[in-house]
């Protein structure tokens, strides 16, 4: 019965870009709430993770249904095998989104670190350019992409050891700085995070194309 | 009588919350005796219309009695007892004309068997029957029950070709246009596609899914894969006991009786 398999394996693609492309959103709405130090964005934010929690679980409960009913083999099984995983690896990037929007919350403006918050842009930016490609080469299944998409997360580690150095040093020079400089580290593990989990789901489309497992962490 | 190691008093049927009219068909109380032996134990049924039901269970589990007795097509086989209501009329009672009933409620066998005639008089045949002469109006249902049931592309240009001349599926699928001719709303259909090779199976399905639009179809199957693809709603029968009704993506992925679980997993018995 293909054709009822393909239509909703069409519905579950559709669902899936649409969560991702949500959360690339959420990631700029939380940059924007960072920078600004914008309390009601940081809120929006945050209370937005409730829904991108109830997509994963839609997509979940909905991919294992079309397993059990069409019993999908080969290239549809792994194109749901693909929803399943990457969608809880798109559920944990909104998790790091929401805890970015909370720093927003938690640095003061007064004791900002133009140096640090600069870098946090940009990376902040990086991650969500690695998020809206990784949808687009979902949506478009392009294994090669994905692959390029993959080696781009250096470009993550590079920032945090970036901000966790500034930070340090600042912080030894001036105590006063420790819980605000901890917090702008946390800040950048979130967005290393972010640029993992992008990984995570380059390696899904790998997955779907070719079947094999791969990993395509350059750590 | 058989022993079940399964408690059959504990089932699990959906209630329908459906309006009566929502309804195609339901049963109360419906037991069916062949001589002495009891096949079916007072069961309680209702169809949603335009959905497909699959009737499941294991040979001699009734499904396939329970199926006949809808359209009356146990009389003179079987002894059929309590209430089968079809637009608020009780068919099984005597004085129905199990004829109209059969015009309203059609079935398909699970073999193929088109009559020794053509194509195109396999589905005018009824129809003339009951009185239908106008050529136009025969023409026009015979195209259109081919176009439902997914045969027209494939023998419009050879209606007077013999149907036994068709493969199994293509077959299968003018029985279904021929019970279509009819106009029914309900369609039952017994097992329609174990005779058929994948791809036919695959195209009777992918008919039964389009005809919903149009008719109700309850459908028994012994493929739990089919039941699982196409149907809404899943009844799973077990030596003439109705154990568990539900929306099928229940009953596949989260039955609440362990005998379904056990027969749709393949560790039954």
């Known amino acids: 019965m293909a054709k009822i398999l393909l239509k909703q394996l069409k519905s579950l693609h559709q669902d899936f870009a649409t969560m991702g492309l949500e959360i690339a ?125 993959a080696k781009s997360d250096l470009e993550t580690d590079h920032y945090l050891r970036l901000i966790r150095q500034e930070a340090m040093s600042t912080m030894q020079n001036d105590p006063d700085f420790v819980s605000v400089g901890t917090e702008y580290v946390v800040v950048a593990a979130h967005l290393e995070r972010i640029g993992d989990y992008v990984t995570n789901v380059a390696e899904w489309i790998v997955y779907t194309n070719s079947g094999k497992i791969v990993e395509l962490g350059f750590h | 009588m058989t022993i079940s190691k399964y408690d059959l008093s504990q089932t699990a049927i959906l209630p329908l919350k459906q309006k009566d009219r929502e309804l195609a068909l339901k049963t109360q109380n419906l037991q069916v005796f062949y001589g002495k032996n009891q096949a079916i134990f007072g069961e309680n049924l209702a169809f949603e219309r335009f959905k497909i039901t699959s009737l499941i269970g294991a040979s001699g589990s009734g499904k396939s009695t329970f199926l006949r007795s809808l359209n009356r097509m146990n009389d003179g086989i079987a002894r059929v007892t309590g209430k089968i209501f079809y637009r608020g009329l009780d068919i099984n009672s005597q004085n129905i004309n199990v004829y109209e009933v059969r015009k309203h409620i059609g079935m398909v066998f699970q073999r193929p068997n088109p009559f020794s005639k053509s ?151």
Not at chain 2, 178 to 202: F, G, H, V, Y
């Open chain 1, 25 to 149: 959103t959420a990631l700029q709405q939380a940059a924007q709430a960072f920078r600004a130090k914008d309390q009601k964005l940081a809120q929006i934010v945050i209370d937005h993770d409730e829904k991108i929690n109830e997509q994963e679980i839609y997509l979940e409960k909905k991919a294992t249904q079309v397993i059990a009913l069409q019993q999908p083999v080969s290239n549809d099984l792994r194109i749901l095998i693909t929803i399943l995983k990457a969608s809880s690896d798109l559920e944990r990037i909104g998790d790091h989104v929401a805890k970015f929007a909370q720093a927003a919350l938690k640095i003061p403006a007064e004791k900002k670190n133009s140096i640090i918050e600069d870098a946090i842009t940009k990376m902040s930016q990086h991650d969500h350019q690695m998020l809206q490609k990784i949808i687009q080469a979902y949506i478009d299944n392009d294994e090669s992409a994905a692959q390029e998409i």
């Open chain 2, 119 to 269: 194509i195109r008089d396999n589905i005018t045949f009824a129809l003339r029957q009951n009185g239908l002469k106008d050529k136009e109006q025969l023409a026009a249902s015979v195209e259109s029950s081919l176009k439902d049931a997914a045969l027209w592309d494939e023998v419009k240009d050879e209606l007077d070709k013999s149907a036994w001349a068709l493969s199994g599926g293509q077959q299968q699928r003018l029985c279904i246009a021929r019970t279509i001719a009819m106009k029914p709303d309900i369609l039952l259909l017994d097992e329609p596609a174990s005779a058929l090779d994948p791809i036919s199976t695959s195209k009777i399905e992918e008919t039964l899914v389009e005809l919903k639009q149009k008719y109700t179809i309850i459908i028994v199957t012994h493929n739990m894969q089919q039941a699982s693809r196409i149907s809404d709603y899943t009844a799973f029968f077990h030596l003439g006991h109705i154990i568990e009704y539900d929306k099928t993506k229940h009953i596949f992925t989260n039955p609440r009786i362990q005998a379904t679980n056990d027969y749709i997993s393949g560790n039954f018995g």
